[in-house]
Structures are given as structure tokens and as C-alpha cells.
T-cell receptor, first 112, second 120 residues
Framework: KNQVEQSPQSLIILEGKNCTLQCNYTVSPFSNLRWYKQDTGRGPVSLTIMTFSENTKSNGRYTATLDADTKQSSLHITASQLSDSASYICVVQGSGTYKYIFGTGTRLKVLA | DTGVSQNPRHKITKRGQNVTFRCDPISEHNRLYWYRQTLGQGPEFLTYFQNEAQLEKSRLLSDRFSAERPKGSFSTLEIQRTEQGDSAMYLC??????????????????FGPGTRLTVL
């Protein structure tokens, strides 16, 4: 079983709408959680990073939340744009390790 | 642009041929990572270097795969006798690991654009 599970696998929304992506993890002990955006055929680019003591972090129209007790995170995208079409990957780093553990991603498609 | 570059961006080869990819990390970064990503999946760790030393290799890295970072700067990943199952995106990332880095700043990995390999 993957230590980082994301849902939904894919999502289609209309331009201007909001959406929320989910990430559940079992990695323990936990250091930090990151959300990456990956455009098709490109490498992942970091959006947000949160340690266990942080509940929310914003980056423009992207807002990530973290509940370290339930081991859940979400990424909320406000007023979606066509350029938001990409895969969004949740990445968890365990405490005392360099290793990133990647989720399989949520593929978002924003339609005009 | 994260500052990490990879070449080539695309490679098409026939089964059985050897291929080599190059990664140029952010210049001051001492750690360099290689990942493999197949369609619809997240990246999977292959190996990483700290300076020129290869410190860990995943069991995904079969004997046909070899990676080097001879001078602690750029790195190469070679796949010998390619198989169709090797078709994937190969991602490189780099990070600065050191005493000054905390849990966030230390080990922030910056990814390159990837090399997409297609084995026919």
C-alpha cells in the first residue's frame, strides 16, 4: 500500500471554479509535506511546503492545509485558470531522512 | 525554470541500445537525485549522490543502470541494453544539504524538466 494516497485520480472543472484535492499519508515520523505542480512533460515544481506544526499555507490561488493528527492534507485551488491544468503531486518527507515519498498525483483539467 | 537542466529532453531508441542522460544541477547544490516516472504515477527514487559519492541505490536500479557524478557537479545516467519497460520520464533533482538547513530549507529538492525515453 502506498504511503501517500491522493484523491481523486483525475478531475475536470470549468474555468473560474474552485476545487480541492486530497492527500492522505501514513509516513511516520513526519517532517514535512509538499504539494508540487507538474505540467505535462515537465518536472514537478514546488507550490507549498508545511511542517507538522503548520496548518495552512498559501501561494497565490493555491492554499494547502495540513492535519497532522489525521495525517491528511488538502490543496484548494481558487478561481481556476486554464493554466492550472496539470498533475498535482503530494510529497511527504519523513523525519530524519532525505527521502521524498510521492503520491500518484491528481490530474486536473480546467475547461474554458 | 528551477535551474536544473537535463539533456536530452527526449530520446527514442531501439530495444537493446544503450542510452545516456545528463543532469546539470543548481551549481551550489551538493546532492543530486535520479527518479523514474511512468505515466500516471508519481516519481520513483532511483539513486542519489552527495557530492561525487553515490550513497544509495534503489532496487529499481538494475545492473543495466549506472549513474555517475565524477566531479560532484553534473551527473550521467546510463541504461545499457534498453528494454521496452525502460520507457519512462527520467527526472533529476538537486538540493543543498548542510548544517544551515532546517527541515524545510535543508534538502528542498528542485527538479529538472526530465528526459522522456521511448524504447521501441
Amino acid at each position: 500500500k502506498n504511503q501517500v494516497e491522493q484523491s481523486p485520480q483525475s478531475l475536470i472543472i470549468l474555468e473560474g471554479k474552485n476545487c480541492t484535492l486530497q492527500c492522505n499519508y501514513t509516513v511516520s515520523p513526519f517532517s514535512n509535506l509538499r504539494w508540487y505542480k507538474q505540467d505535462t512533460g515537465r518536472g514537478p515544481v514546488s507550490l507549498t511546503i508545511m511542517t507538522f506544526s503548520e496548518n495552512t499555507k498559501s501561494n497565490g490561488r493555491y492554499t494547502a492545509t495540513l492535519d497532522a493528527d489525521t495525517k491528511q492534507s488538502s490543496l484548494h485551488i481558487t478561481a481556476s485558470q486554464l493554466s492550472d491544468s496539470a498533475s498535482y503531486i503530494c510529497v511527504v518527507q519523513g523525519s530524519g531522512t532525505y527521502k521524498y515519498i510521492f503520491g500518484t498525483g491528481t490530474r486536473l483539467k480546467v475547461l474554458a | 525554470d528551477t535551474g536544473v537542466s537535463q539533456n536530452p529532453r527526449h530520446k527514442i531508441t531501439k530495444r537493446g541500445q544503450n542510452v545516456t542522460f545528463r543532469c546539470d544541477p543548481i551549481s551550489e547544490h551538493n546532492r543530486l537525485y535520479w527518479y523514474r516516472q511512468t505515466l500516471g504515477q508519481g516519481p520513483e527514487f532511483l539513486t542519489y549522490f552527495q557530492n561525487e559519492a553515490q550513497l544509495e541505490k534503489s532496487r529499481l536500479l538494475s545492473d543495466r543502470f549506472s549513474a555517475e557524478r565524477p566531479k560532484g557537479s553534473f551527473s550521467t545516467l546510463e541504461i545499457q541494453r534498453t528494454e521496452q519497460g525502460d520507457s519512462a520520464m527520467y527526472l533529476c533533482a538537486s538540493s543543498l544539504f548542510g548544517l544551515a538547513g532546517g527541515p524545510k530549507e535543508g534538502n528542498e529538492q528542485f527538479f529538472g524538466p526530465g528526459t522522456r525515453l521511448t524504447v521501441l
